[in-house]
Nanobody
């Protein structure tokens, strides 16, 4: 059974940086892609970015392009989200999610079967 554990959230001033980590434990050979979603209070959960674990191909939401970078270390089964030039609107709970089969839309949360518990990001 695969589990996802996020870490690295915190509070930062606008313009600052944070790096989130998503560690996958268990049988991870079937991992197809790993994504990050976020949810602010009163708002729907939105896709931030995803990465295909084998090819390393990333996809980003327009709102974070050029500021966020997703990467993976397959030897450690960790996916990182480097967030630079953070804005207050980036605040929210960030969730790591995993898909084990081909997905049609990377930013649709129903495509992902496994979710972490979330880590809070606050930008002021």
């Amino acid at each position: 059974q695969v589990q996802l554990v996020e870490s690295g959230g915190g509070s930062v001033q606008a313009g600052g940086s944070l790096r989130l980590s998503c560690a996958a434990s268990g049988y991870t050979d079937d991992l197809h892609c790993v994504g990050w979603f976020r949810q602010a209070p009163g708002k729907e959960r939105e896709g931030v970015t995803t990465i295909y674990t084998i090819t390393g191909t990333p996809y980003y939401a327009d709102s974070v392009k050029g500021r966020f970078t997703i990467s993976r270390d397959n030897t450690k089964n960790i996916v990182y989200l480097q967030m630079d030039r953070l804005k207050p609107e980036d605040s929210g709970m960030y969730y790591c999610a995993a898909a084990f089969t081909q997905i049609n839309r990377w930013d649709r949360d129903s495509e992902y079967r496994l979710w972490g518990q979330g880590t809070q990001v606050t930008v002021s």
